[in-house]
């Protein structure tokens, strides 16, 4: 049975930090590409970062290219999120998830992502 669980989000002010973490069991982490995913309340969960199960590559939108960093220690089953500079319009939950593919893809479909973690919160006040 795979579990995901979230860790590290909070309050923040503008312009602070956080570092979430995500912790995986039950699957063999190294080999699957990983994905964060916020979502706010009334819309979809929109993909914001994935690292390929080797990190060799790390994709970000535009929206957080810059400001945040994926990375991932297979050693430990986890994966982490730094998130600098942060904007009151990154007040989400966040939720981590393991991709069934090895590589990210071409977009952060959620069907490309069959186990999900039970979210964190991240709020951010101006």
């Known amino acids: 049975q795979v579990h995901v669980v979230e860790a590290g989000g909070g309050l923040v002010q503008a312009g602070g930090s956080l570092r979430l973490s995500c912790l995986t069991s039950?699957?063999?982490?190294?080999?699957?590409?990983m994905g964060w995913f916020p979502q706010v309340p009334g819309k979809e969960r929109e993909g914001i970062s994935c690292?390929?199960?080797?990190?060799?590559?790390?994709y970000y939108t535009d929206s957080v290219e810059g400001r945040f960093t994926t990375s991932r220690d297979n050693a430990k089953n986890t994966l982490y999120l730094q998130m600098n500079s942060l904007k009151p319009a990154d007040t989400a939950m966040y939720y981590c998830?393991?991709?069934?593919?090895?590589?990210?893809?071409?977009?952060?479909?959620?069907?490309?992502?069959?186990?999900w973690g039970q979210g964190t919160q991240v709020t951010v006040s101006s």
């Open positions: 998830a393991v991709s069934k593919y090895f590589n990210c893809g071409t977009s952060m479909s959620t069907d490309e992502f069959p186990y």
């Open positions: 039950g699957v063999y982490f190294g080999a699957y590409a």
């Open positions: 690292i390929t199960g080797s990190s060799d590559f790390t």
